[in-house]
């Protein structure tokens, strides 16, 4: 059994690099691939990037798109100006890969945005579980979309936690 660390770094990460909630056998995989390197997430990060998922979705993208893209699937808004051109330079001169980028805008989430990723990451708790529970075929580009779709509704607003766990029920009920 993974971590429950493990479970809530993995799952941020597919927060903001698939803006998605993590399926349940994607979820174990990464978790055991995380224990085993004691909890070293920069150790994994980067395959995240290379995967097919992120190649399919975002590999024709702009570096500034791509950082404004983490930021929104995190937080629900662009990176500021000054953000921007911090992460964009990192990136350019490879002082960092997107991936490490995306952990260190995780890590510094602090007020709304800690508040935007902290909901989120009920929401997508909750529907990895329940798709975990009902045993529900959670797959392909279409299932993934309307996944990201629950997730993206969520916002700082308490209110929006069960009103998307309500709505991400229903979806696996349908699948």
Same mark, same amino acid.
């Given at each position: 059994?993974?971590?429950?660390?493990?479970?809530?770094?993995?799952?941020?990460?597919?927060?903001?690099?698939?803006?998605?909630?993590?399926?349940?056998?994607?979820?174990?995989?990464?978790?055991? *691939?995380?224990?085993?390197?004691?909890?070293? !997430?920069?150790?994994?990060?980067? %395959?995240? &990037?290379?995967? $097919? /998922?992120? +190649? @399919?979705?975002?590999?024709?993208?702009?570096?500034?798109?791509?950082?404004?893209?983490?930021?929104?699937?995190?937080?629900?808004?662009?990176?500021?100006?000054?953000?921007?051109?911090?992460?964009?330079?990192?990136?350019?001169?490879? *002082?960092?890969?997107?991936?490490?980028?995306? !952990?260190?805008?995780?890590?510094? %989430?602090? &007020?709304?945005? $800690? /508040?935007? +990723? @902290?909901?989120?990451?009920?929401?997508?708790?909750?529907?990895?579980?329940?798709?975990?529970?009902?045993?529900?075929?959670?797959?392909?580009?279409?299932?993934?979309?309307?996944?990201?779709?629950?997730?993206?509704?969520?916002?700082?607003?308490?209110?929006?936690?069960?009103?998307?766990?309500?709505?991400?029920?229903?979806?696996?009920?349908?699948?």
């Amino acid at each position: 059994m993974a971590s429950q660390e493990s479970q809530d770094r993995v799952q941020e990460v597919y927060i903001a690099y698939y803006g998605r909630p993590a399926d349940p056998a994607g979820l174990l995989f990464w978790c055991d *691939q995380l224990d085993s390197v004691n909890g070293n !997430l920069n150790a994994i990060i980067d %395959a995240f &990037g290379t995967s $097919a /998922e992120f +190649l @399919a979705r975002f590999g024709a993208f702009s570096d500034a798109v791509l950082i404004n893209n983490i930021f929104l699937q995190a937080f629900d808004r662009l990176a500021d100006e000054d953000g921007l051109a911090f992460y964009l330079e990192l990136l350019q001169t490879g *002082q960092a890969s997107l991936a490490d980028i995306a !952990l260190r805008i995780l890590d510094g %989430a602090t &007020g709304e945005d $800690a /508040e935007v +990723l @902290a909901n989120k990451m009920v929401v997508a708790g909750s529907f990895t579980e329940e798709v975990d529970e009902q045993n529900a075929p959670y797959s392909g580009n279409v299932q993934a979309g309307e996944a990201r779709e629950i997730l993206g509704a969520v916002t700082s607003d308490p209110a929006t936690v069960p009103a998307q766990i309500d709505e991400s029920e229903a979806f696996i009920a349908q699948m």
